[in-house]
């Protein structure tokens, strides 16, 4: 709600006393997130012409503005007809095109359940947008299985809408696009995306400061004192081994210096804008951070 790395869109059902009561057409977002969310608020017994109508313009628009990289796509059942709870009047298959609608950009898409009280109809629902977005065709005469008398007394995928009046004229759902779209051209651009380098950082201490200069009571690594242990295969150039004689044999090499390591500043491309959807039915996002 306060920031442009996501943009919500919800279609709901919104009024007094029915929770939660948010939604507004005025509830735009804030701060950095004022205008990256839009909230598309309906009345009882919208059916399946008049959804397509407001929801496919608002989707094309904000995609066309915004240019998610992702799409998250929550599909409520409760704005099908007959939820125990909802009052839309959506059959599965006008739930189910907003489904292909947004498939058909071809832009990145997880799809999530949702809302949803009536159990028999929630089942029916995403089973038929499984098969939409698979790319099948499901008969609409149920399988037999363990759960088949739920589904009377038609026995059937498809439920048909009711005689619900839909108190969604077409001049209110005129007036809540432009409103939207008038939002929607105040963003001249998708947000940017942030590059951020890494700090460096050395992996290995530089051995090359004077230890003459550092603190005696310093405790020193175990990379250090190793450092310190001579090699097996050096030659002692004491004058007191042995016979008292000087060995003059010349020392093997001592362990090579190592050389410090340092990673490199590398640009941190952030993740892209992403797009959300949201509804009593249908649900969009996108861009995250």
């Known amino acids: ?164 009046f839909n108190q969604n004229p077409y001049q209110n759902l005129e007036k809540i696009k432009s409103t939207i779209f008038e939002n929607l051209r105040t963003l001249t651009h998708a947000p940017s995306v942030q590059m951020k380098d890494i700090p460096n950082f050395t992996l290995i201490r530089d051995e090359t400061i004077d230890e003459d200069m550092e603190d005696p009571e310093e405790r020193i690594s175990q990379q250090r004192s190793d450092a310190h242990i001579q090699p097996d295969n050096e030659m002692s150039d004491s004058e007191d081994e042995g016979d008292g004689r000087r060995d003059e044999t010349s020392h093997l090499p001592t362990q090579p210096k190592k050389q410090k390591v340092e990673d490199t500043a590398t640009p941190v491309d952030e993740t892209k804008p992403q797009l959300v959807l949201t509804s009593n039915g249908i649900n969009i996002l996108s861009n995250t951070e």
């Open 1 to 164: 709600y306060v920031t442009d790395r996501v943009m919500t869109v919800s279609f709901h059902k919104f009024g007094k006393n029915f929770f939660p009561e948010t939604g507004d057409l005025k509830d735009i977002g804030a701060e950095r997130g004022k205008y990256y969310a839009i909230n598309v608020p309906l009345n009882d017994g919208i059916d399946d012409e008049s959804y397509e109508s407001i929801f496919q313009p608002v989707i094309s628009k904000v995609i066309e503005t915004y240019r998610p990289n992702v799409i998250v796509l929550q599909c409520g059942a409760d704005s099908l007809t007959g939820d125990r709870l909802g009052v839309f009047n959506l059959t599965l298959k006008g739930h189910g095109k907003c489904v292909e609608f947004v498939k058909g950009f071809d832009i990145p898409l997880l799809i999530l359940g949702g809302g949803g009280y009536t159990k028999k109809n929630v089942s029916r629902c995403w089973t038929h947008e499984t098969a939409i977005t698979l790319n099948m065709e499901l008969p609409n005469d149920l399988p037999q299985n363990d759960y088949f008398d739920y589904y009377g007394p038609d026995f059937k995928l498809h439920i048909s809408p009711s005689n619900a």
